[in-house]
C-alpha cells in the first residue's frame, strides 16, 4: 500500500494531534493540549520556521513528520533537519516513513546542503529505515536545556 504525502493541512490537527501524541508517548514525553495548540499553529503559519508533512493511505492520515531548513556555513546552501517523524505502528514497513522522508528530500533539493536527523539509540525499529535511506554518521549530540 503506497503512501500519499502532503503538506500538513487544517483538516488534518485531529489526526496530526493524535499521531504527535503517541509519538511522544513513544519518547516517554507527555504533550499537554497546550502544547498541542501551540505546535499545531506553528505548523500551519506561513514563515514560522518549521513545517510539516502528512502520509495518507486510502483517506487516513497514518503518519507525519516535522522538518525545517536553515543557512549552511559549510555549504553556503540550505540544511534541512527532520526533527520529528512517526508512523503509526500498523502501517510500519509498508513505505510511509520511507515516502515522508522522500516528500522533505524533495522540497529540499537542490538548496545545496543536506538533510539531518537524530533518532534515540534504543530505536532500532527507525535506524532498520534509516540505515536504507540516510549514511549514519559520527557525529555525537550534545544539549543544554533553556
Sequence with gaps: MTATVRDLAADDLPAWRELFRAYGVFYKTEFTDDLLDRVGALLLADGSG???LVAEQDGTVVGIAHYRSHPDTFSGGRDWYLD?????????????????????????????GSLRWITADTNETAQTLYDKVAKRTSWVTYEVRV
Design 50 to 52: 518549521i513545517d510539516a
Design 84 to 112: 520529528d517523524l512517526f508512523v503509526t505502528p500498523e502501517v510500519r514497513g509498508t513505505g510511509a516513513g520511507r515516502a515522508l522522508i522522500a516528500g522533505i528530500t524533495e522540497r529540499a533539493a537542490g538548496s545545496g
